[in-house]
DNA sequence: CCAATATCAGCCTGACTGAAATGG
DNA sequence: CCCATTTCAGTCAGGCTGATATTG
């Protein structure tokens, strides 16, 4: 017989990551959506509020979302109140982007979503899995980082 | 303060998850594009190869590919010689879709490509620790496909 | 002259939706 | 009449590229 009595995707660890990341992906996006927020502007806010005030080169490159994108992303936080841009007296090639007040409480809205998905991900899991898991992937991503 | 001593989104799990992933889909993108092939046609091919001729239908269901990608996808690999369609005697609406003998060739090839990813992909875990990772990844993927 | 910045326009993949035509 | 099938057209998000104008 050439028929395996598997099928080889639902075996193969690209598969299982792709498709895991997919409903990971998908509880996100719907969980923002809710609250009319995409993934670029929680990892924009975040970014901002972890590193303070910066560029948007430097938010590109922090946040890792291409710049293009970006500009996109903060032409909508901005016209929402989120953030604001100022150019910088110092280098007025640059615009400072900060996180205004109502982007700060937006922030904390989009992180109760966030941490909500996580807990609904990781359902079927027990406390040790998770940081199993979490430990597992960390090692992949750095390792994948590290070697380009 | 109110600046956290940790940035949030590598340690969260659907962040983890997608960026492993993204590393996971470009290895195997790259790698498949060295052979001149996408994705959907492995599945296809690996789907066709293991529940023998079925209709598009059929195979975008088991594949888990939508029936207007199926549709081009089969349209490549026909274009190919890797697949054959031929209209079923007993249901003329539908097309049959059978692998080829070139296609079963071609199946084989990319499949060695597959397989190298996978180890690429999980190269700083031991075997043990692929075990875990496959077991931890395959219940959640099971917990999510049940629950939708 | 060169480097960095900000902006805009567009490409590509994968997942997904809707409409239309045809045959059972 | 209803339903399944096939096909095409198009949406959307994320990741990515290239060109341009401006400033340092």
Redesign the pocket.
């Known amino acids: 017989m050439h028929k395996p009595a598997f099928s080889r995707l639902p075996s193969l660890p690209s598969w299982l990551l792709?498709q895991t990341a997919?409903h990971s992906?998908?509880l996100l996006?719907d969980r923002l959506a809710d609250a009319g927020a995409?993934?670029?502007h929680y990892r924009l806010l975040a970014t901002l509020d972890e590193s303070g005030p910066s560029?948007?080169?430097?938010l590109g490159r922090r946040s890792g979302?291409?710049?293009?994108?970006?500009?996109?992303a903060?032409?909508e936080l901005e016209s929402a109140g989120f953030v604001s841009?100022s150019p910088d007296p110092a280098?007025?090639?640059?615009?400072v982007v900060q996180v205004t007040d109502a982007g700060r409480t937006r922030l904390a809205e989009l992180d109760e979503r966030v941490t909500a998905v996580q807990d609904e991900l990781l359902a079927p899991l027990s406390a040790e899995e998770r940081v199993q898991l979490t430990g597992l992937l960390t090692r992949l991503l750095a390792h994948h980082n590290a070697t380009p």
């Open positions: 792709s997919l992906a998908r996006t995409r993934g670029y560029s948007q080169a430097d979302i291409h710049l293009g994108d970006v500009v996109a903060l032409n841009r280098d007025r090639r640059r615009n």
